[in-house]
């Protein structure tokens, strides 16, 4: 078990506590890449602007600032390797939503609705508005910009439910 910070730029008040409070040596291992020593549990700093992205792809994809050409590639290996990347792709879908909203809409080949069933959080969303809230699970994909038809068939209500609940 590794303890690992993840940081976009360099995490100067987390080192220098762990240095002068905490009395811990850190090393940068390779560029972004810090190893914390001092404490029984391994510590690594991740400063993802520093990470090449040959070789740390997916960890530098790690960031609630996703790029829409980085977004377009994680969809793509996603649908090659469902599987090992569903747990990855929701917490990036999470943070990065609104860049992921914007690849849907400039591409053909996928659609908003297949990039979050497929990293199941439609699906979530759909059972937390059968139990509670279902009007916001509506009015949320609205103002994420999916069309009241594709809303209807996403949460399986009526078309004149969304479109009243969206004044649409």
Known sequence: MTLTFVESRYPRKLI?????????????????????????????????????????FWLSSLTDNLEIRRASVIIKEKREKQAELGAYL????????RVFLEVYKM????????VFTEAGIIPEWIERGRNEGREQTVRNLYSMGMSAEKIAQATELPLERVRALTKE
């Open 16 to 56: 220098e506590y762990l240095k002068t409070v905490r009395g811990y040596e850190t090393e940068e291992v390779s560029p972004g890449i810090y190893q914390v020593r001092g404490d029984y549990i391994p510590i690594q700093i991740i400063e993802s602007k520093k990470l090449s992205d040959s070789e740390n």
């Open 90 to 97: 929701e917490v990036i879908l999470r943070a990065n939503s």
């Open 107 to 114: 591409s053909d080949a996928i659609t908003f609705e297949e």
